[in-house]
């Protein structure tokens, strides 16, 4: 904390509290000389890293704003007050009030519009750490576009489109559902083309209904669409949750995942296309199929011949004992089953039991001895299949870090490029971008991209998808370098 600036900014706020007062010849506040005095004094305090009584000033300058009935100032005067509370002091209840604050003094001064980004803003700021917060900010926000003209429901939609979003992340797929329909019928009232929104926004709600394991409604939220959506039954969305809808009724799990590999679930947004890939089959369970793929990935080389494991010779008697019988197929490799074949350990050990066949017609003490065999070789294979799967992950794990930089760092842009799903020298060449503290140059090319590939205007909505996904990947990177940097100047200021 530097002490020069504290004590300059104590001097200014001594100063406004001078304007404030009244006497015999001065009748009334000088609230703008007392607003501008707050106002350097907050910057001050700011700058000097004493964020309590920067708020503190924040909020007496919207005092006076308001006193001198300057709405819109007070709400901007709200804004930083919140911010303060946001970044600095991460008192997120006090920043979230400041903002609604501020956004209810907009309403009064007439100005909607940037009280519903006000609203927008605080959303996003708490989205990470307070998704519920954040759903109420959005939910606000949209409001009040809805209650404006015809021309905001466009900004009323994409708000609910959030909402819709952050409930599908925190798998509150009944709400989820409700803000997906009433997203639609915002996109059915915007003035001129919806640019094939409502086509997606039907996958998203079809995507829910599965994940809900409710055919049925996924079914009539196809056939809604068909009689709601011009053109939509000739489009690839319908075509492909037709597939989909078979696919799930008839159990076939590898072609649901086929369908929901394709670019349309694939790059919707992130929490739809998360949502496509846990689609299963009715009866299909995902752990008992990483099982069975573990389990089958070992026993391709796994054999059970009579002169490996039962030799001809003499028993413990001494008498000599023909070789086991072991079936035609016995010195062969266990063929590898298909991992989403329900029936895997069935057919496994199906072909255990025709190795056990010959073992029968031996004595109790024979075929109890290589039973015993039997059952430890599998259980020597299972555990050396699950060994080398956790190996295999370590080491995918240890290598993406390692390529992210190493160390701390590495760890955390790898967890970010996994959850994106794209790595950040894939997004820098996407946004053709070399410098990310280049801020200018990074939004210039993203919206000049996210331009000429508007589908409207005959672009693709799959290479929009990749540029947007880049930002986002792009943005995560900047928001942990600085939230490392705040980290290290505090660490500084304390020492």
Not at 93 to 98: D, Q, V, Y
Not at 137 to 152: C, F, G
Not at 156 to 174: C, F, N, Q
């Amino acid at each position: 904390m530097n002490s020069n600036k504290v004590k300059e900014a104590k001097l200014l706020v001594e100063e406004a509290m001078k304007h404030l007062k009244t006497g015999f010849f001065k009748w009334r506040p000088d609230f703008d000389s007392a607003a501008a005095s707050y106002q350097k004094a907050a910057l001050t305090f700011k700058n000097a890293r004493a964020f309590e009584q920067s708020y503190t000033s924040y909020m007496a300058l919207a005092d006076c704003h308001i006193k001198n009935g300057s709405r819109f100032h007070a709400g901007k005067a709200f804004e930083e007050a919140g911010q303060v509370q946001f970044k600095n002091l991460k008192d997120m209840a006090k920043g979230l009030s400041c903002f609604d604050r501020a956004a209810e003094l907009y309403l009064e001064d007439g100005t909607p519009d940037t009280a519903a980004l006000c609203l927008d803003r605080a959303g996003k700021i708490v989205q990470a750490t307070h998704p519920e917060w954040s759903i109420s900010s959005y939910m606000k926000a949209a409001e009040i576009y809805e209650n404006e003209d015809q021309t905001r429901f466009r900004s009323a939609a994409e708000m609910i489109g959030k909402v819709a979003r952050l409930e599908v992340s925190l798998k509150k797929y009944t709400e989820a559902l409700k803000s997906i329909a009433h997203e639609m019928k915002l996109w059915g009232q915007v003035e001129g083309s919806d640019n094939g929104a409502r086509a997606r926004l039907t996958c998203a709600l079809v995507l829910v209904h599965l994940q809900n394991g409710d055919q049925v409604r996924a079914e009539q939220s196809l056939y809604d669409s068909c009689n709601n959506i011009d053109g939509f039954d000739e489009s690839e969305e319908y075509e492909a949750l037709q597939q989909l809808l078979e696919a799930y009724n008839g159990g076939k799990q590898e072609e649901i995942t086929r369908i929901t590999n394709t670019p349309l679930f694939k790059y919707m947004d992130t929490a739809y296309a998360k949502l496509a890939r846990s689609v299963s089959a009715m009866g299909y369970s995902r752990s008992q199929a990483k099982s069975n793929k573990t389990l089958v990935s070992s026993s391709e080389n796994f054999t059970v011949s009579s002169d490996q494991d039962v030799p001809s010779g003499t028993t413990d008697s001494g008498q000599n004992q023909p070789a086991i019988p072991v079936h035609e197929t016995g010195t062969q490799p266990i063929p590898a089953l298909d991992c989403f074949d329900t029936t895997a350990y069935s057919t496994l050990y199906l072909h255990l039991s025709i190795k056990l066949t010959g073992y029968c017609e031996q004595s109790n003490n024979t075929m109890a001895n290589n039973l015993i065999k039997v059952i430890i070789a599998g259980a020597q294979l299972v555990g050396r299949a699950f060994g080398r799967a956790i190996q295999k992950e370590y080491n995918a794990s240890k290598q993406a870090a390692a390529s992210a930089g190493g160390g701390k760092k590495g760890a955390e842009s790898a967890a970010s490029s996994s959850l994106l799903g794209m790595s950040l020298d894939e997004a820098k060449q996407i946004l053709h971008v070399t410098d990310l503290n280049n801020a200018e140059q990074l939004t210039k090319n993203y919206e000049h991209l996210m331009k000429v590939n508007d589908k409207a205007t005959g672009g693709s909505f799959y290479v929009q998808s990749k540029v947007y996904r880049a930002k986002q990947r792009i943005d995560s990177e900047i928001g942990a370098s600085e939230s490392k940097k705040e980290k290290v100047d505090k660490e500084n200021d304390k020492t």
